[in-house]
């Protein structure tokens, strides 16, 4: 797929910007959960600085992507893990 055109809002500015056409609803997405954040933020903080806003919006998804990797890759272990004493298993069971 190609290239196209699109504008997104983000905190009451407009970004134009090329992407790829596969990734535009996911890019339109993620700028949703963004003002939907700094809404939030906004509503909950006496914080008005969109820039303040923006940069607790930030830390909160950077936070959260971080904690998502290190249960990933905690999962990722233990099944690495499982898949070698199935493989153990096998080579005992086979080997008898």
């Known amino acids: 797929m190609g290239e196209i055109s699109i504008k997104i809002n983000i905190a009451d ?3 134009p910007l090329r ?6 609803e ?8 963004i003002n939907e954040k700094v809404k939030e933020l906004q509503e ?3 914080v008005r600085d969109k820039q303040d ?10 936070t959260r992507m ?8 905690n999962h990722e272990a233990g099944l690495e893990n499982s898949v ?4 153990q298993l096998l080579t005992d069971f086979f080997n008898k």
């Open 13 to 15: 500015r407009v970004y």
């Open 53 to 62: 806003l923006l940069s607790m919006c930030v830390l909160q998804f950077a």
């Open 26 to 33: 996911v890019i339109r997405h993620a700028a949703k959960l």
């Open 19 to 24: 992407v790829d056409s596969a990734e535009e």
């Open 84 to 87: 070698q004493e199935l493989d």
């Open 44 to 46: 909950n903080y006496t």
């Open 66 to 73: 971080l904690n998502a990797e290190r249960q990933s890759q």
